[in-house]
């Protein structure tokens, strides 16, 4: 059974930093695109990076890009999202996502390309 559970969520200034980590369970990171979705309450969920199983062709979207870092910790088979610079509207619940093993998603930003889900942490930008 795949289980995907994060954290590292909290409050923090506007202008910090924070680090998730989406710690992985029945599949290797070395076998699974990953991904870190958000979530405003009342919105869509929506892209934010993306890292393939293989390769070191990481994907973000325009808002993070240069900010926001994702990274694979083999030793711990943690998938981690860096995040600096951090604005108000970083603001959500953010979520991670395993795709099938194998699975090349290239620049994909889909998400029924995943599937298997974390439960999401609370992320809160004050200004």
């Known amino acids: 059974q795949v289980h995907l559970a994060e954290s590292g969520g909290g409050l923090v200034q506007a202008g910090g930093s924070l680090t998730l980590a989406c710690a992985i369970s029945?599949?290797?990171?070395?076998?699974?695109?990953t991904a870190w979705y958000r979530q405003v309450p009342g919105q869509e969920r929506v892209f934010v990076a993306s890292i393939p199983w293989s390769g070191p062709l990481t994907h973000y979207a325009e808002s993070v890009e240069g900010r926001f870092a994702i990274s694979k910790d083999t030793a711990k088979n943690t998938v981690n999202l860096q995040m600096h610079s951090l604005k108000p509207e970083d603001s959500a619940v953010y979520y991670c996502?395993?795709?099938?093993?194998?699975?090349?998603?290239?620049?994909?930003?889909?998400?029924?390309?995943?599937?298997?889900w974390g439960q999401g942490t609370q992320v809160t930008v004050s200004s």
């Open positions: 029945g599949r290797a990171v070395n076998e699974t695109a």
């Open positions: 996502a395993s795709a099938p093993l194998f699975h090349n998603i290239r620049r994909n930003t889909r998400q029924d390309v995943y599937d298997f």
